[in-house]
């Protein structure tokens, strides 16, 4: 039966998600009201400049005090599309201490102080939902948080930040630029308010921050993430990884060591085979990857970034949280009951494709193997390109940890007849 009183609702920022959550609001306000019971209302909208039209939206609404607008007490939900740690992280708290409950597409805050938020929401009796802060419109926190609950999840790979992936694929088909490709991104709205966020990883670590600690059930905090941007990938790396039957992608990794003991997460431009799913997604979508002992493995892809797409994942959480209001209880909360330990770089095992520069002389090869030898890593392939008394020097490796593969790479750099290490990079995705 539907409800007569309108759940109210509050939208913090109206920037390429925020228009698009009340775009949607409106045009969708009858199917919305039909699937949660009950009518939902825009009861402000907290923006920077007021002055901006914002088509569809009652000026009435707009105000720029948000601090004003999540202390009214009659709020239902607060919407916060605003971005950033700060004011978004005292909004939202405040939003709770006055009764509402919160949707949020904020990864870098999440990332940052989730634990806090998720015991600030459950103190109040409040939701605190968010599919919109990992990979847009893909639906992966409800999956892991809710279908999976029953499972084991041992690895979470994949796609998860759209500006990177567009630039890096625009880099390999069509040989355009970084930064070409880079404003084309944030002209798209892809990109985040600093693009170096996307560029140097650290929107991919938020979200593996987030991924990982609703799979396994333990905090992780964007600092426990590795974190590799994209910015030294050349388009000799894409030649590379060309002449070896891969591409380049930027990847986020979360895996269970195989004792169960302990995970880790990461992000890195990594080499993967063009047979690979992974390596067919284009443009801004993302893809990933959730292996679990029961399940296999599952594949959840789609448009990772952009306006409407993240609207979407808004607006599901929207409706989720009203029907949790309507029937006087909240969702899961935090689950960080596992709480393994997050263990470092070096325990990682993967593939490494190393380019050397070295003198194109008699024993360089031998040398160079041995180094490999001493430090335990296994040479899987080997290739050599003379040219004017220096060689280039392409190794691919078998499985080793990150710390025997830095060793190595130390010990390679000191040998005098190695000039240079042109680039190392993980090869994943086999
Ligand atoms: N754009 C995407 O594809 C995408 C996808 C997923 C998640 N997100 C996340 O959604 C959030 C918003 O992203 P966006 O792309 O819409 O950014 P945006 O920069 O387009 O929008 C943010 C808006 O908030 C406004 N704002 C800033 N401070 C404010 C304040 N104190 N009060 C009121 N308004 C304020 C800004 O003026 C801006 O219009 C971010 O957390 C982002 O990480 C974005
Ligand atoms: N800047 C982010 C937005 C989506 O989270 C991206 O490009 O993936
Ligand atoms: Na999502």
Redesign the pocket.
Known sequence: MMRTRPLKVAL?????????VARIMTTHADDLAARIGAPVELAGV????PD?VREGIDPALIT?D?TALVKRGDLDVVV?????IE??RT?ITTAFEHGASVV??????LAQDGAALHAAAEEHGKDLYYE?????AIPLIRPLRESLAGDKVNRVLGIVN??TNFILDKMDSTGAGYQEALDEATAL?????DPT?DVEGF?AAAKAAILAGIAFHTRVRLDDVHREGMTEVTAADFASAKEMGCTIKLLAICERAEDGASVTARVHPAMIPLSHPLASVRG?YNAVFVESDASGRLMFYGP????S??AS?VLGDLVAVARNRINGTTGPGESAYAALPVSPMGEVVTRYHISLDVADKPGVLAQVATVFAEHGVSIDTVRQQGKDGEASLVVVTHRASDAALGGTVEALRKLDTVRGVASIMRVEGE
């Open positions: 913090l920022g109206c920037g390429v998600v925020g228009s698009e907290a923006v920077r400049r901006k720029t948000a916060e599309v605003i971005g950033g004011p978004a909004l949020s597409a904020n990864k870098a805050l919109a802060a990992v990979a847009g759209g500006t709205g892809y990109a985040e308010a966020a929107d801004a990772g970034a952009g306006g797409p993240t994942a």
